[in-house]
């Protein structure tokens, strides 16, 4: 099972810009159903996404999740910026959350909600009742 995190095309651009401030805007998580599968060049805004994200249900609800303790860093070791967020959790209450086989980062405070990325898990999760999900040790890197 190998993690993938593929950063769009369209935040790269936003980035450029200067639309994008990572540190101080309103960044979203939000869980993807099992079908989904990340194009960085035409997943670029919340719309785009959308019709893939799990339904509010049973402790997961849609576009509620802001994701906390941004920071951003230059690493001069490996020419990379990083973008680096606290944990996100899920706990299932009342049913099952999912199968969910990834999640996207989206940028609120953007006009266009701008999808920052997504991270593919390589396999997927469904969260039993009363069982807990968690994005760990979230960090993008930008080459």
């Known amino acids: 099972m190998a993690v993938t995190v593929t950063i769009s095309n369209h935040a ?3 980035l450029g810009l200067g639309n994008l401030d ?7 998580i ?3 159903d099992d079908t989904f599968a990340f ?4 997943h670029a805004t919340l719309a785009d996404v959308t019709a893939n994200q799990l339904a509010t249900a049973n402790g997961y609800a849609q576009d509620n999740k802001t994701l906390t303790g941004v920071t951003a860093a230059e690493n001069d070791t490996d020419d990379k910026a990083t973008w680096t967020f606290d944990n996100a ?55």
């Open 39 to 42: 194009d960085q060049d035409t």
């Open 12 to 14: 790269k651009y936003q």
């Open 30 to 32: 939000i869980l993807m």
């Open 22 to 28: 990572i540190t101080n805007d309103t960044l979203k």
């Open 89 to 143: 959790t899920w706990t299932a209450s009342g049913g099952s959350i999912g199968p969910t086989g990834a999640y996207v980062i989206y940028d609120e405070t953007t006009a266009d909600d701008t999808v920052i990325g997504c991270v593919d898990y390589g396999t997927d999760y469904t969260i039993s009742d009363g069982s807990s999900f968690q994005a760990q040790s979230v960090v993008i890197s930008i080459s």
